[in-house]
């Protein structure tokens, strides 16, 4: 009996960072680039908006933190105009704490364009709970998840690296977090 335990037990622990991730990047209406992470995200949402994924995209950007005084959904502005895609690009200002909060933010910007479909990029180890948590608070829309990997804060063989491991521990906590809380809400 403790051995069969024992085996489940890292059986489960040794999958813990692949259930986190979820990516089926589909056809969609739209894009949502999730706030937070600002390299992997954005350049991911830019290159399947280029692909002709979808014929737009939001940025997501804080209203609330500012860089060097510079408000974040300026820096975001700024990116876009680089990329030379304002006309199918735009800044989805967000005032939410977290991915539960944001998802109020992300409804108003899809109204604007009547969507149904709609593709969120995030980081790989945070699809699984942002897919959730879209599919309980938007669901008017059917949600596909993107990954951007950045092999720096997250892999699959969370036990060998230490960022890994406290990323896949976060994630883990804020997913139970959901399912437990914020769900029945």
């Keep these: 009996m403790v051995v069969t335990f024992l085996v489940v037990i890292v059986v489960f622990a040794s999958q813990a960072a692949r ?15 999730l706030a937070g992470e600002t390299n992997f995200r954005p350049a991911l949402g830019a290159e399947l908006l280029r692909e002709g994924v979808a014929p737009h995209a939001f940025l997501d950007a804080e209203t609330r933190d500012k860089i060097y005084n510079e408000r974040l959904t300026d820096i975001a502005q700024r990116y ?6 304002t ?11 977290s991915t539960y909060g944001e998802s ?7 109204q604007s364009l009547g969507v149904h479909r709609v593709l969120i990029v995030t980081s790989e180890f945070h699809t699984r709970r942002a897919l959730m948590i879209a599919r309980h608070r938007l669901p008017q829309y059917e949600i596909h998840m993107a990954a951007a990997r950045n092999p720096l804060e997250f892999g699959e063989a969370w036990w060998t690296k230490r960022e890994w491991a406290k990323t896949t521990f976060d994630e883990w906590t804020k997913l139970i977090w959901f399912e437990m809380v914020d769900r029945w809400q």
């Design 104 to 110: 109020n933010d992300i409804g108003r910007c899809l």
């Design 19 to 33: 259930f986190l991730v979820v990516d089926d990047p589909v056809k969609s209406d739209a894009i949502v680039v």
């Design 80 to 85: 876009i105009d680089g990329l030379g895609e």
């Design 87 to 97: 006309k199918r690009i735009s800044v989805c200002p967000v005032s939410g704490f």
